[in-house]
């Protein structure tokens, strides 16, 4: 227990930062970044591939649904390094592996986001389709409006699981050398020599208190949202026999 303390002291700052300033940013810090840029960056996408998916129209539903379907049925690691391989020869030029795990992770995780948004789409009653219809409303005004902003309060919860699966995923690229915690945490080994399971007892409580602290979050935020349907549920309940007594 002595050495743990002592590995976290003497090396906090290569776990935290890695060799910032005086080299690339690396780290617990890059590891957070990279996370939440492929969340920010796949977001769009899994948004259009999902209204791709519930569409009336197959030219959107059936290519949207090939790409969710290969997506989903290859490893990671796979995509890595075709990206790696791949993007250098459609640009021209070498791509840092931070960049190449960046793009990967956004073309692998837009997937996940996608059936994600669409299972909340599907989630809401068919009756707000129907009223918003019979407001007048067109197929693309109700689903932005109506359908979509309730669609992505109810997926809140799933959505930052799904960042705790891109932290977890985000160790992958340590095979294509992204300077993040798992990377420093083989940097602290190589420079002990004689203590890697130490070394790595640390990276796994990092991670897991880490991704502890988000699971609580989607926890806190899923319990709060089911307190409120169950509220609404309760005042619309109320409110029909007043309606009632008045006519």
């Not at 969340?39 to 791709?52: D, I, M, Q, W, Y």
């Not at 990671?76 to 795990?101: E, K």
Request: aromatic residues 12%.
């Amino acid at each position: 227990m002595f050495d743990l303390f002592t590995i976290v002291r003497d090396n906090w700052t290569l776990f935290l930062v890695g060799q910032y300033p005086h080299g690339p940013l690396g780290g617990l810090v890059a590891t957070l970044i990279l996370a939440a840029l492929a969340l920010v960056l796949a977001f769009p996408l899994g948004l259009l591939l999902s209204l791709a998916r519930v569409s009336p129209w197959r030219w959107l539903r059936y290519p949207a649904t090939v790409w969710v379907y290969v997506m989903r049925g290859i490893p990671l690691l796979m995509v890595i390094f075709w990206t790696y391989f791949l993007v250098p020869l459609l640009i021209g030029h070498n791509i840092t592996g931070f960049t190449t795990m960046l793009c990967t992770l956004v073309v692998y995780q837009s997937a996940y986001l996608c059936e994600i948004i669409r299972g909340g789409i599907q989630a809401l009653p068919a009756g707000q389709y129907e009223a918003s219809r019979a407001l007048g409303m067109g197929y693309v005004r109700t689903t932005v409006w109506v359908i979509l902003p309730q669609a992505l309060y109810n997926a809140l919860p799933s959505l930052i699981s799904q960042f705790i699966s891109i932290i977890k995923e985000t160790s992958l690229g340590y095979v294509i050398n992204v300077q993040e915690v798992t990377f420093a945490a083989n940097q602290v080994n190589n420079q002990l020599l004689t203590k890697p399971f130490q070394v790595f007892f640390i990276l796994a409580i990092t991670y897991y208190l880490l991704c502890y602290g988000l699971t609580r979050l989607a926890g806190a935020l899923e319990l709060h949202i089911a307190r409120k349907r169950q509220g609404t549920a309760a005042s619309v309940v109320s409110a029909r026999p007043a309606l009632t007594t008045d006519n």
